[in-house]
Structures are given as structure tokens and as C-alpha cells.
């Protein structure tokens, strides 16, 4: 006989079988909402996105035709690319064409953009990664030991200042310029990888997991050695804001009366240094998922200017061209990544805190 009939198998240990099924229930709701605002959020982006490219200067046809075309000859390609149709025709076609996976077709390449996208995200999702990686391994630390050591603050918070006080692209210029050109430490900022270097079948579309899947060991060493200038400029110039961030809510935690009352217990500081460091944390993670997502926007210019032929490049260059499909699909790409990021985060908040996925206080469930 079991002793509780309330306790399902399925639950955790204790807790009865309705509450955990309504658990379950309020964050499938809570899921399905959310990505139903993805989808309305990212209608909305494509369609303000589409309106604004309407009234930047410049335009497709003029580039194409060139500066000695007839007017017949703009005209043609006026007609060509249908840009002699009303706004709104424009917009509802565009719309059936994203309904159906088509983004369009680039004025200038002649080829889909959604090829384009797939070839070149994955560069941008790789270089974005690794310095993501590179900042939680670097950033966290470094603001623990300032909050922790008095000798270490000031160095380490006047990096947090400065990190933050120049544009990207300068400090882009000025590791190439340090670690290339004076000290010799990384390639040629040429792209993803040497001119010499035979790239290994496409898996992925990531040139270091595709290397290794390969077993093409060169391939992946140049790889690697081409990914980490530019991933050290975007993890230089976005770990600030985590690095200040970490130290404050570690001083305050070790400044808590919790931690206090450990001390005069007699915990280890090891120990004492967990306990602050668990709930220290938490808001630092929060500000990681969003640097993940501000990270898409630092490559831009970075892929640029280490020529490394991600989206990025592939959105300058689209902007430059007046390519409407192209930086339609840029915008969407980029969109759709952030707001994918914050929904995962809402995901597991909504896990961890009811209050969440309810819009009020615990005892609501």
C-alpha cells in the first residue's frame, strides 16, 4: 500500500502529484507564450525594419544601372527588382516570401539571401562563442579577486573603466596593431583562415568542429589561431560590464550578515568565499545572457575589420549596396538570435521562480 496516494512517481520526493502537474502545466503555458511574443516581436522587427530602409538615402537601382544609365535603363531595373510596385504591395510580397523560408534574393549577388545566411552565420556564431567563453573564463575571475584582494582593485577596475570608454573598432585596430604587427603573436587578420589552408568539408558550417570531425589537424590549428585576435577584442572591450558587475555583488555579499554569521561560526574561508560567491552570482549570469546577445552586435564591425566573412561583414556590406533583401535578412538573423537568447533566459527564471511565469508572489501558485 502506498501511504500517500497524493505522491506521484513522477514528482519530486514529497511533493504531491497536482501541485507538480500544475507546475508542469504553468511553465508549458508560460513556454507557449513566450514564444508566441517571439514570433509577434519579430514580425514587428521585420516590419519597422522594411519601412525605415524606405526612407535611406540611396537606392538599388542607381548603383546598379550606374552613373552613365538612360532612364530607360533605371527604369528597366526599377521594374526588374519591382520597385515601381506601392510600398504596401512590397511589404504583403516580402511577407508570403518570409512565410514560405524565401528572404529574397540579393540585388547585387544575384543569390538568396537565406544561402548567404546559411554560410555566414555559423562564422558569427563561432567567433561570438569563443568570446563569450573567453569572458566568463577571464571577467568572472578577475572580478572575484578584485572584490577579494585590495592589491588587485584598481588595476582590474581601471581595465572595467577603460574597456568600455573607446569604440570597438579602435580596439580592434590597436590588437592587430600590438599583437600582429609589433609582437607577431596571431596571423594575419585575413579571415577565418590562411591563404594557404585547404578548408575542411562543410558539417557545421563551424570551421573548428568541422576540422576536428574532419581529423584535418591544420585546418584546425589555423582555425583557431585566426579566431582568437578577434575574440579577444570583443572580449576585451564587453567583459568590462561583467567584470564591474561581479566585483559589486561579491562585496556586497561578503559584506552580508550571512556571511558574517559563517565567519563566527569558524567556516573555512574557502567555504565562506562559496556561500558569497552563490548568491553574488545571479545577477551576473542574468548580464552574461545579455552580453551573449550584445556580442552579435560588437561583430559587425570586428568581422569587418578582421575580413572574417561573417554576417556581420555580409550586413556592412548589404548596407553600403542600399540591398534591401540582404539587410532584411541581416536584421532578422540578429533579431531572432537575441530574442531566442532572452527567451531561453525567461525559460529557465520561469523554472526556478514561479513568480515568473505568474506575474505575482509564490503563493499565487
Known amino acids: ?143 572575484v579577486i578584485s572584490a577579494v584582494s585590495r592589491h588587485a582593485r584598481k588595476p582590474i577596475f581601471l581595465y572595467g573603466m577603460v574597456s568600455g570608454a573607446l569604440p570597438d573598432f579602435w580596439w580592434g585596430l590597436i590588437v592587430i596593431l600590438v599583437l600582429y604587427v609589433h609582437f607577431h603573436l596571431g596571423p594575419a587578420p585575413v579571415g577565418q583562415l590562411g591563404l594557404l589552408v585547404t578548408p575542411p568539408p562543410t558539417v557545421t558550417g563551424l570551421l573548428t568542429v568541422d576540422s576536428v570531425i574532419a581529423g584535418d589537424w591544420q585546418a584546425f590549428v589555423s582555425a583557431v589561431a ?38 563566527a561560526c569558524g567556516l573555512p574561508p574557502r567555504q565562506v568565499y562559496i556561500y558569497a560567491l552563490r548568491n553574488g552570482l545571479v545577477p551576473v549570469l542574468t548580464l552574461s545572457g545579455m552580453t551573449y546577445c550584445f556580442l552579435i552586435s560588437g561583430a559587425v564591425i570586428i568581422e569587418t575589420i578582421f575580413s572574417w566573412g561573417g554576417m556581420g561583414q555580409y550586413a556592412v556590406q548589404a548596407i553600403t549596396n542600399s540591398d534591401y533583401f540582404a539587410i532584411t535578412g541581416s536584421v532578422i538573423v540578429f533579431a531572432t538570435f537575441s530574442l531566442i537568447v532572452y527567451v531561453v533566459m525567461d525559460i529557465l527564471y520561469a523554472i526556478v521562480d514561479p513568480r515568473v511565469r505568474y506575474g505575482r508572489g509564490a503563493g499565487g501558485e
Open 226 to 263: 585566426h579566431l582568437v585576435l578577434p575574440a579577444i577584442t570583443l572580449a576585451f572591450v564587453y567583459g568590462g560590464q561583467i567584470l564591474k558587475l561581479t566585483r559589486s555583488k561579491v562585496i556586497v555579499a561578503m559584506d552580508s550578515d550571512y556571511v558574517r554569521y559563517a565567519r
Open 1 to 143: 500500500m502506498v501511504e500517500n496516494e497524493d505522491l506521484w512517481v513522477g514528482a519530486p520526493s514529497g511533493v504531491p502529484t497536482h501541485r507538480f502537474r500544475r507546475q508542469k502545466r504553468g511553465i508549458l503555458q508560460f513556454v507557449v507564450r513566450r514564444i508566441a511574443l517571439l514570433i509577434v516581436q519579430v514580425w514587428g522587427i521585420v516590419t519597422v525594419v522594411f519601412v525605415l530602409l524606405k526612407f535611406l538615402p540611396g537606392n538599388p537601382r542607381y548603383l546598379l544601372a550606374g552613373p552613365l544609365a538612360t532612364t530607360q535603363q533605371i527604369n528597366a531595373i526599377t521594374k526588374q527588382l519591382g520597385l515601381n510596385q506601392p510600398a504596401i504591395i512590397q511589404y504583403l510580397k516580402y511577407m508570403w516570401q518570409l512565410l514560405h523560408g524565401n528572404f529574397g534574393t540579393s540585388f547585387f549577388s544575384q543569390t538568396p539571401v537565406l544561402q548567404q545566411i546559411e554560410t555566414r552565420f555559423p562564422a558569427t556564431l563561432e567567433l561570438v562563442t569563443a568570446s563569450f567563453i573567453l569572458i566568463l573564463v577571464l571577467a568572472i575571475p578577475l572580478g
